[in-house]
């Protein structure tokens, strides 16, 4: 049988813990557990696309392949390959020469709000160039999807596979620094980087209208994370940068509601962790955040969207209607479980196979 190659290419990503490495995580997973039985059936052989420093991260059943900065201008390999996925749109280096399909992952166009002028020209040259050299498209939504065929003129075919997101609801648990086990008073949380597009200041208005009660924020520790917790101080906010999964698996559980008022997502994978522990939350109405949260999820909508009055009228109103309805939080988790890892990388394989020209396999789950 005639070898064949696929490369999986995660680019520039040095590190896991933010969305993207999210993704590649558990996209990269879950295709490398297919190796060996693609290799014996198809006579694909798997190749990962990494930085050096992230070494052998899906184990020793696929061949590695290392970036490096000249693979922006050209990038050369001994193999022909079959087909190439870049899993995100902000991959700067190219397929090798000589690729079969080309396929990108766009998680988002964002740059298209909010951002000056030069900015958005330059992110929008550079996106047109790499769909130039792109034969297929997948999108993690509609809105993803639909924001490429508006901005970017892309007439070909669009698979959209949305995301899945992890359960922490039956993983260990450690209470944040300061909090007991079962916390003694309410508190609101919220998930990200806090960069401006995640909107915490919209959620500081809030605290600092709200005084009675407690809002934690949490993310990894970010250079707006830290500047954000060095510029706003108000007595019933707290900051935890750094946390654990135990830790945030806590705080999910934990707390009273969670929100995320973001300005611009692709998909957004907090949210709907929140959602498998059954709790109320509360989203932005903007780019695709109603198409993720879906009818399981209250919204800040409207021109007043996000002044403190109209954010706290929105909360109340959602935990009452979430309190008094006792199949609330069922309906909330079953919202949640859509969103299923082993689903997306069915999805991701049932397109390489049909690119590919190869027969469709049966699901992860089936098997």
């Known amino acids: 049988m005639e070898e064949r190659h696929i490369g999986i290419s995660l680019g520039n990503i040095g590190a896991l813990h933010d969305g993207l490495g999210e993704f590649s995580w558990q996209i990269g997973q879950r295709l490398v557990a297919r190796a060996p039985q693609w290799r014996q059936q198809h006579g694909l052989v798997l190749h990962v696309h990494r930085r050096e420093r992230l070494g052998s991260l899906f184990g020793d059943t696929v061949r590695y392949i290392d970036v490096n900065r000249w693979q922006r201008l050209h990038h050369a390999q001994a193999q022909r390959f079959a087909l190439w996925h870049s899993l995100h749109q902000l991959n700067k280096t190219l397929p090798p020469a000589g690729t079969g399909v080309r396929v990108v992952t766009v998680h988002d166009l964002n740059y298209l709000y909010g951002r000056n002028a030069f900015s958005t020209w330059r992110h929008h040259r550079r996106t047109r160039a790499l769909l130039a050299r792109t034969d297929a498209l997948t999108a993690i939504s509609h809105h993803t999807a639909a924001d490429v065929r508006k901005h970017l003129g892309w007439a070909g075919d669009i698979t959209v596979i949305h995301n899945g997101a992890r359960s922490f609801a039956a993983a260990p648990q450690e209470p944040l620094a300061g909090w ?23 959620i500081l208005g809030l605290a600092a209208a709200w005084p009675e009660m407690v809002f934690v924020m949490a993310g990894p520790p970010s250079d707006d994370a830290k500047a954000l917790r060095a510029a706003n101080r108000l007595p019933n906010v707290q900051y935890h940068l750094g946390v654990s999964d135990a830790q945030k698996a806590w705080a999910y559980g934990a707390c009273a509601g969670f929100l995320f008022p973001s300005l611009t997502e692709g998909f957004g994978l907090p949210p709907i962790e929140a959602m498998h522990f059954g709790k109320p939350v509360f989203l932005s109405a903007l780019t695709c955040l109603p198409e993720i949260g879906g009818e ?14 109209a954010m706290r009228a929105v909360v109340e109103r959602g935990l009452v209607r979430h309190a008094a309805d006792p199949g609330r939080s069922a309906a909330v988790r079953a919202h949640a479980a859509q969103f299923s890892w082993d689903r997306a990388a069915d999805a991701y394989a049932a397109l390489y196979l049909r690119l590919l020209g190869l027969p469709a396999e049966a699901p992860a789950a089936a098997r």
């Open 180 to 202: 007991a086990l079962q916390p003694e008073r309410p508190f609101l949380f919220h998930l990200s980087r806090m960069s401006p597009s995640k909107n915490p200041q919209a």
């Open 296 to 309: 399981a999820a209250d919204y800040f909508e409207g021109p007043q969207a996000f002044e403190p009055a």
